[in-house]
């Protein structure tokens, strides 16, 4: 930290040089200057006066220097720490990069550290976008998409300053004797309860949530679209985590035996300082699923003990006759015109259920989630996941480079009318950040295809930082449109977990 002795002789310069100064110092010396005094103070404060969101990832096969490469880089410029998100390759141990990430950022910061099965970003070296894939061995010169057998040691820091918003991790206890349904009334209200404290609304701007398990996740996220106000954005992934709550002097070890979920909650302070502008959250999805064959009704649903799976029968809408999994199976391949049994397939359901948190009035909620088809026999059909009632209905869902390539145009389209409105009239809307959020039938598919993955964003907004990683399953609340084979489009109502897609999180500011 400087004496007050060069502190008071450099005032006498005057602010501009003095702001000069301060503007390019690392992190830890800025946070110092602006300790020196109130003049440096309010000098800081006029750098860093705008959000910012900073990232990188380093793929030295040490983790001490893997995590000290990302966070020099994130902590390179004036930043003020809000929150932290990492994505760490599965070989890396996460609880000690947890621990490693956590000590360099200080207990204050909330942090998830998140398990990745790939990851989108800038190198911590070249800061050159690239797409690291855990599984292929191969550098594809190109699609500049790093895949190499080592890479799945990587890690990638992300680190955000949002002024005006204030910034909280709620977990969702894992072990507990209460019931799940009660268990997941308290997680929807203690966020409530956070942001009516914080913006005197129940509603938060916008949710990373973060869980284990999809099938788990499945009931969380219906309360939570039902609960919160459709403004809410909610994107996030479901891979293992850790965590580290804001203010918390304990580091927890463990997700595994303490939260099943966690969401990082984000705010809009009433009570923000004067001077400080709107910062809003977009969510926009991609997906490459095209439907092929009718419509199904289930007839029966029998849920097994084993893993979540769900065995069911169903009836094409407008027959009686009740078809087994083998039968449903041979009349999907005779859709598609020929058998290929190594494509994967899950079906997409419809679901009409009744809603409700702790003692409210009790409501209807539609919603559409996708279960991952295991097998067909003359059994029936088993699928992941459980909540699939009688009465529900479903089709047949698969991959589809096209329409992958289709959808991401349009994202691409929705992006450049972000971006174009914030060009045009009175709007000074600014992009800063945006994070993808990709599941794993996208990244096994998709995610060494830049055009598909990564550009819709960075054509957009060349320069502007991003990250993003490859999950089990990609979390992004919205309205769902998907391609069914030989029509148009068709917009089937909401949908949390939406199956290979990729979720953009978008973060702007408007002075």
């Given at each position: ?5 060069i ?31 109130r ?34 880089k ?36 909330p ?49 955000g300053?949002?002024?005006?918003i204030?910034v909280?991790?709620?977990?969702l ?17 203690d ?14 701007a ?10 788990d ?6 309360k ?19 965590r ?20 990082l909650?984000?705010?809009?302070d ?5 001077g ?40 094409r809408e ?7 999994g ?7 391949y ?17 679901k ?7 003692q ?14 295991r ?35 349009s994202?691409?389209?929705?992006l450049?009318s ?37 550009a ?13 990683s ?14 069914v ?27």
């Open positions: 930290m400087p004496s007050t002795g502190a008071t002789t450099i005032d006498l310069f005057g602010e501009d040089l003095l702001e000069n100064i301060i503007s390019r110092l690392p992190a830890s010396s800025f946070a110092s200057a602006a300790c020196v005094n003049s440096w103070n309010l000098v800081s404060d006029r750098i860093l006066c705008r959000p910012k969101l900073s990232s990188a990832w380093s793929i030295n096969p040490s983790l001490q220097v893997a995590v000290e490469d990302v966070a020099n994130v902590l390179s410029e004036p930043i003020r720490p809000h929150f932290a998100i990492a994505f760490v390759g599965r070989i890396f141990d996460r609880h000690q990069a947890h621990q490693l990430i956590t000590a360099k950022l200080g207990s204050k910061v942090v998830i550290t998140n398990w990745s099965r790939g990851i989108i970003g800038r190198d911590v070296i070249s800061d050159e976008y690239q797409e690291i894939d855990w599984k292929t061995n191969d550098r594809d010169a190109d699609t500049s998409v790093l895949v190499m057998e080592y890479v799945n040691r990587a890690i990638m820091l992300i680190v300053f949002l002024p005006g204030k909280k991790i709620v977990s206890p894992k072990q507990t004797e209460a019931p799940q349904a009660v268990v997941i009334d308290k997680f929807v209200t966020i409530r309860e956070f942001s009516a404290s914080i913006s005197g609304c129940k509603s938060p916008a949710i990373i949530m973060f869980s284990e398990i999809q099938g996740t499945i009931p969380v996220m219906e939570l679209d039902y609960a919160l106000s459709p403004e809410t954005v909610i994107v996030g992934a479901c891979y293992p985590f850790l580290h709550d804001n203010g918390s002097s304990r580091n927890i070890k463990a997700t595994e035996e303490h939260a099943s979920a966690a969401a909650v984000f705010v809009v009433r009570n923000k300082p004067p400080i502008g709107e910062t809003q959250f977009h969510a926009v999805i991609s997906n490459g699923l095209l439907s092929v064959g009718d419509a199904y009704k289930v007839a029966s649903v029998k849920e097994g003990d084993y893993k979540s799976l769900t065995l069911l029968t169903a009836r407008g027959s009686r006759e009740i078809l087994d083998e039968t449903i199976k041979n009349q999907i005779e859709e598609l015109g020929h058998p290929n049994y190594l494509r994967p397939f899950c079906i997409g359901v419809r009409r259920r009744k809603c409700s948190i702790g409210e009035k009790v409501g209807w909620v539609t919603s559409f989630a996708f279960h991952q088809v097998r067909s026999d003359e059994e029936g059909l088993i699928v992941d996941d459980r909540g699939i009632k009688t009465g529900d209905t479903f089709r047949y869902y698969y991959s589809d480079f096209a329409t992958a390539l289709s959808s991401a145009a994202v691409s389209n929705d450049r972000l971006k174009q409105g914030s060009t045009t009239g009175d709007d000074k809307r600014e992009v800063f950040g945006g994070l993808i959020f990709t599941s794993s039938s996208f990244c096994d598919t998709f995610f060494t295809q830049p055009k598909i993955c990564r819709p964003f960075t054509d957009n907004f060349p320069g502007v930082t991003l990250g993003g490859c999950s089990y399953q990609a979390i992004g609340r919205g309205d769902l449109i998907l391609h084979k030989g029509s148009r489009e068709q917009k089937l109502g909401r949908c949390c977990l939406p199956k290979c897609s990729a979720v953009y999180f978008i973060m702007s500011y408007t002075p």
